[in-house]
């Protein structure tokens, strides 16, 4: 089992960065597939980014493709994602989430672990 714990979150002006990290603990890091999903009031939790085991994959929401970046660090236990150019329609909690199989994927429910998540506001 792993536990995850976002941090980095906070209120942003739009056009401008923020950087979140989800640290993890437990199982060993590197056997996970991540990702990021956020959710805002009154809608569904969409996806964000994922980043595969070793780093070698990642995948965006069309959304935030050429703004939002996902890495990670295995020797830190941490998966990040920088965000930049943000808008007010980026404005949601952004939960991580870790899956035990194979690379990533944009479907929640293939998530076997979750992060409390963090609050981004970007403001007008």
């Known amino acids: 089992q792993v536990q995850l714990v976002e941090s980095g979150g906070g209120v942003v002006q739009a056009g401008g960065s923020l950087r979140l990290s989800c640290a993890a603990s437990g199982r060993t890091f590197s056997s996970y597939g991540m990702g990021w999903f956020r959710q805002a009031p009154g809608k569904e939790r969409e996806f964000v980014a994922g980043?595969?085991?070793?780093?070698?994959?990642?995948g965006y929401a069309d959304s935030v493709k050429g703004r939002f970046t996902i890495s990670r660090d295995n020797a830190k236990n941490t998966v990040y994602l920088q965000m930049n150019s943000l808008k007010p329609e980026d404005t949601a909690v952004y939960y991580c989430a870790a899956r035990e199989s194979v690379g990533w994927s944009s479907y929640p429910e293939r998530y076997n672990y979750w992060g409390q998540g963090t609050q981004v506001t970007v403001s007008s």
């Open positions: 980043i595969s085991q070793s780093g070698g994959s990642t």
